[in-house]
Every structure is written in structure tokens, then in C-alpha cells.
T-cell receptor, first 111, second 116 residues
């Protein structure tokens, strides 16, 4: 089975712009979660989607949003980028209640 | 509130040495899952193991072994005969059985450097 894929792998944006990240889960996995990883805050949960519905949400501002499509692919959007949004964004997929498998991440740099 | 502590920030070992990565956790939940992930420089978190709180049996997978002790709230990870390819950051994580992923807590990670 192919693993979790994320595109793009690297992004450079400027403050105030918006960005969309994409995640394709492992075939058959309906749950997709997003995490932000920074040196200062470590790994933090952003949100989880299951069957096109946001099931759980972490403690992030409304500038962070996401969605899931009928094929379980998910996108994450960050609007009005701030310098502090520079991070590695990781996507993970799983079957219901099972182990999460992570993708390679998208490294976002905000200038 | 739950907490996962990986007190070792960085460890350096010479190839073929054994190394143990410590993980101590705190939780009020009676049932939970513990995980170890490996993050090589490429960035991807690679799943290594999942352990249920009610299963204290130790596990061995090749050069990797895990020691789960509920009495001391520890879930330590040992690499035997380390190799350069083991160089990575290792994360321990905890999720309550009933909570969902929004309740996941990751440790701060231990960076392992294996010197040839």
C-alpha cells in the first residue's frame, strides 16, 4: 500500500498570504489528522476529519481550517499568514480508532 | 491533564552500542495507548509501536525492544547494536482510549546520533 502523501513538500510564502496544503491518506483510511511541528511548541494537533466532517479540533485560531473530500483526501488552509506559522505540517491517516500513519510533511516558511 | 516526558534531549552513541530512550508519562485515564515514532531528517514520523495500557508485556522487534512498566509510568525504548541509520529524533506519545486524536500528547523528542 502506498503511504500518506503530502504536497507540496516545501513552501515559501510572505506574511499576509494564504496557503493550501494537501494530503492523500493511505487507501482505505477515512480519518485524516493534521499536526503542526515547531521547535518551540513541538507537535501540536490541529484537527481531524472523518468522512468529510471535522471530528476534532485543536487549540488553533480560525485562520487554520481544513476540509476533507469524498475520496478522503484532505486540504488544510492557513489564511493571513504570520511569521509564527512557519513550521512542518504533518498529515496522518488512520482507520477508525487505529494507529496513525504520518506523511513526509510540508515545510512552510513565512517571510 | 496528561503529560509525556522525554528527559533526554540528545544522545550520542558509537555504532554498535546499545542505547535506551526514556519515556515517562502522566495520565488520569485508566486506559490509554502509548506510541513510539521515529523522525529521520526527512521529516516523516515513522510508526514504531503501539501499546495498550492493559498489556504490559514487553516487546522485541529485531534490534528494537520496549519495556512498559505501568507501576513507574514508563515506556522505554532500547536499540541494540545501534546503527547509523538509527540516527533520528524519537517521539513517545500517549492517547487516552476514549479521547480521540485531539487528546494526543507527544513528548519533546530525543535526538539520537549514532556515530560510525
Amino acid at each position: 500500500k502506498a503511504g500518506v502523501t503530502q504536497t507540496p513538500r516545501y513552501l515559501i510564502k510572505t506574511r499576509g498570504q494564504q496557503v493550501t496544503l494537501s494530503c492523500s491518506p493511505i487507501s482505505g483510511h477515512r480519518s485524516v489528522s493534521w499536526y503542526q511541528q515547531t521547535p518551540g511548541q513541538g507537535l501540536q494537533f490541529l484537527f481531524e476529519y472523518f468522512s468529510e466532517t471535522q471530528r476534532n479540533k485543536g487549540n488553533f485560531p480560525g485562520r487554520f481550517s481544513g476540509r476533507q473530500f469524498s475520496n478522503s483526501r484532505s486540504e488544510m488552509n492557513v489564511s493571513t499568514l504570520e511569521l509564527g506559522d512557519s513550521a512542518l505540517y504533518l498529515c496522518a491517516s488512520s482507520s477508525w480508532g487505529d494507529t496513525q500513519y504520518f506523511g513526509p510533511g510540508t515545510r512552510l516558511t513565512v517571510l | 491533564a496528561q503529560k509525556v516526558t522525554q528527559a533526554q534531549t540528545e544522545i550520542s552513541v558509537v555504532e554498535k552500542e546499545d542505547v535506551t530512550l526514556d519515556c515517562v508519562y502522566e495520565t488520569r485515564d485508566t486506559t490509554y495507548y502509548l506510541f513510539w515514532y521515529k523522525q529521520p531528517p526527512s521529516g516523516e514520523l515513522v510508526f514504531l509501536i503501539r501499546r495498550n495500557s492493559f498489556d504490559e508485556q514487553n516487546e522485541i522487534s529485531g534490534r528494537y525492544s520496549w519495556n512498559f512498566q505501568k507501576s513507574t509510568s514508563s515506556f522505554n525504548f532500547t536499540i541494540t547494536a545501534s546503527q547509523v541509520v538509527d540516527s533520528a529524533v524519537y517521539f513517545c506519545a500517549l492517547i487516552p482510549s476514549s479521547g480521540g486524536y485531539q487528546k494526543v500528547t507527544f513528548g519533546t523528542g530525543t535526538k539520537l546520533q549514532v556515530i560510525p
